[in-house]
């Protein structure tokens, strides 16, 4: 849970406390993709496609974990009645991103990031109203 005092403090700049928790989630489970891609691409040799796709998974599933417990507070939430939507969600995500590079087709290194980082962005924001309002309706 975030804490009280934390809560407050943010209430006070007009900060949402659950968009802190989110983006804070969304950082460790962006860490431990990309960590665990490496390990399995550098340590064990694996394609770099399928230690992207296991780190993709696993990161979602941390998120999952801990936007469900922390950011939310929907502890009491029924897996059965949230992972689902959870998942959908991010596989949506995943497709528009995916779609919105392809689709920008970047040519040039500082293209790809601009993508990226648009893709990104957007994402996020779709990821946090879709956690917030439809999977966990807090």
């Known amino acids: ?9 943010l ?12 983006l ?12 665990l891609a490496a ?3 550098w340590g064990l040799g694996l394609r770099s496609s399928v230690a992207s796709g296991i780190g993709y998974v696993s990161g979602v599933i941390l ?5 469900k417990s922390i950011t939310f507070e929907a502890g009491d939430a029924k897996h059965s009645t949230v ?7 991010y596989a ?26 648009l893709a990104t962005i957007l994402t996020t924001i ?5 956690t917030k309002f439809v999977v966990f309706r807090t």
């Not at 849970?1 to 403090?9: D, G, T």
């Open 1 to 9: 849970m975030i804490s009280r005092r934390l809560k407050s403090v």
């Open 11 to 22: 209430s006070k700049t007009g900060i949402n406390p659950q968009l802190i928790g989110f």
């Open 24 to 35: 804070f989630v969304g950082g460790l489970s962006t860490v431990m993709n990309l960590g």
């Open 39 to 41: 390990v399995l691409v």
């Open 63 to 67: 998120g999952y974990w801990l936007n």
């Open 83 to 89: 992972l689902l939507p959870y998942l959908l969600v």
């Open 92 to 117: 949506i995500s995943f497709a528009i991103s995916f779609g919105l590079i392809e689709l920008v087709s970047p040519s040039t290194d500082l293209q790809k990031v601009v993508a990226l980082l």
């Open 126 to 130: 779709l990821n946090f109203v879709l």
